[in-house]
């Protein structure tokens, strides 16, 4: 079973520009989360996907942030303008809904530079 | 708000010898889970174990224990015989029991290099 995967691994951006960040969760998963660590501080809830709705996007720092997940499959994580601040990495996970939901599965994360 | 505290930045042992990495957490919640996630450098981030609040009984996964102290909110992980593929950057999380707050709240982390 393929796990979590991110694209891409590595961005670097200038401050301005718009970078589009994707996951692809473990299939089957309904639920999706997105989570942010910059330098040195905790890792951060962005929001939670259940299936193609939004559950709780309360994390999410401003509306220059937009996520999507179309028909409940893989997400994008769009940052548009992107700012210095913006600068981490950014991870996705992944869990089932029900019994098991307690255990979620990360991907490897992208690390984004914003210059 | 919930919150996650790792006061320990980094910590190294020697293999094949035991460390505790420490973990204090502030809730309001009755019910909630606990967990310790494991990065190893350049790879994902794994579980290792998680602790169920209503559960009094320690959680073990093999040389991994947990010292789960609810009234004094402190939940420490413990790795016996440390090996060198335990060198890691080791968070405490917690979770909400139910409903729709499935976000984990995560502590800064734990630098730990395991030495040969």
């Known amino acids: 079973e393929a796990g979590v995967t991110q694209f891409p691994s590595h961005s670097v951006i200038e401050k301005g520009q718009t970078v589009t960040l994707r996951c692809d969760p473990i299939s089957g998963h ?6 942010r660590r910059v330098m040195g501080k905790e890792i951060k809830f962005l929001l939670h996907f259940v299936k193609e709705s939004k559950q709780d996007e309360s994390g999410m720092p401003n509306n220059r942030f937009l996520a999507e997940r179309t028909g409940g499959t893989y997400s994008t994580l769009k940052v548009q303008p992107a700012e210095l601040e913006d600068s981490g990495v950014y991870f996705c996970a992944s869990s089932h809904s029900g019994q ?16 | 708000a919930q919150t996650v505290t790792q006061s320990q930045p980094e910590m190294s042992v020697q293999e094949a010898e035991t460390v505790t990495l420490s973990c204090t957490y502030d809730t309001s919640e009755s019910n909630y889970y606990l967990f310790w996630y494991k990065q190893p450098p350049s790879r994902q981030m794994i579980l290792v174990i998680r602790q169920e609040a209503y559960k009094q009984q320690n959680a073990t996964e093999n040389r991994f ?4 102290q609810k009234a004094a909110k402190s939940f420490s992980l413990k790795i016996s015989d440390s090996q060198l593929g335990d060198t890691a950057m080791y968070f405490c999380a917690s979770r909400n029991y139910g409903g729709s707050q499935g976000n984990l709240i995560f502590g800064k982390g734990t630098k730990l290099s395991v030495k040969p």
Do not use: A, I, M
């Open chain 1, 30 to 35: 309904d639920n999706l989360y997105w989570y």
């Open chain 1, 100 to 115: 098991f939901t307690y255990e979620q599965y990360f991907g490897p994360g992208t690390r984004l530079t914003v210059t």
């Open chain 2, 65 to 68: 224990s947990v010292n789960f």
